[in-house]
């Protein structure tokens, strides 16, 4: 089956440690993203991808990082500059193509607590 | 910049018709999308409007009006599974290839 994976569902951290969440398609589409959703609001752009090897800042990046080296796949890393992790970070994709921009797919999320 | 303004709760009965309003300010327009969200889970896509109008999809429709950069979600025939988050999404002009989400409507459909 087609979809977007993200691992782990739960993750616990110390403080000023930098954590990776991990996210792969199979959609075979040029386009990822993630978010970030705090309890009760909605979904943040934090970075996203047009294709390999290059990626923009969203509206929230300070404190994070990520890569695009394959089409698969979008890790995230949350580093020690980042205030407040603890959240609900979601991944998505869609094929890139202008028309499809507004259909997004969504993993099922991870779920960091900073501790 | 763009946002988005939206209830934060409605409440309704079994079988009953909600809908959930959507107003955008943004510096272009691209298009308006509603996504639900159950607790817990990951948002799933639910329709689109590029053009004024309404779009039907089975009990769901959504409805756009670009002049008043106004929209809605109207749900008909309500079951207790459409207890859920909703969330109007904008992509706008400028270039960025993304979307802005509005904060959510937290739907309580009672028996």
């Known amino acids: 089956d087609g979809g977007i994976t993200q691992s782990p569902k739960y993750l616990f951290r110390k403080e000023g440690q930098n954590v990776t969440l991990s996210c792969e398609q199979n959609l075979n589409h040029d386009a990822m993203y993630w978010y970030r959703q705090d309890p009760g609001q909605g979904l943040r752009l934090i970075y996203y991808?047009?294709?390999?090897?290059?990626?923009q800042k969203g509206d929230i990046a300070e404190g994070y990082s990520v890569s695009r080296e394959k089409k698969e796949s979008f890790p995230l890393t949350v580093t020690s500059a980042q205030k407040n992790p603890t959240a609900f970070y979601l991944c998505?994709?869609?094929?890139?193509?202008?028309?499809?921009?507004?259909?997004?797919?969504f993993g099922p999320g991870t779920r960091l607590t900073v501790l | 910049g763009q946002s988005l303004e939206q209830p934060s709760e409605v409440t309704a009965v079994e079988g009953a018709i909600v809908q959930i309003n959507c107003t955008y300010q943004?510096?272009?327009?691209?298009?308006l999308s509603w996504y639900q969200q159950h607790d817990g889970g990951a948002p799933t896509f639910l329709s689109y409007n590029a053009l004024d109008g309404l779009e039907e999809t089975g009990r769901f429709s959504s409805f756009l009006s670009r002049s008043d950069s106004y929209g809605y979600l109207l749900l008909q025939e309500l079951q207790m599974k459409d207890s859920a988050s909703y969330f109007c999404a904008v992509r706008d002009r400028t270039g960025r290839r993304a979307l802005t989400f509005g904060s959510g409507t937290r739907l309580q459909v009672q028996p």
């Open positions: 943004t510096s272009g327009f691209y298009g």
């Open positions: 998505a994709s869609n094929p890139g193509r202008a028309e499809r921009y507004n259909e997004q797919f």
């Open positions: 991808s047009q294709i390999v090897n290059d990626f």
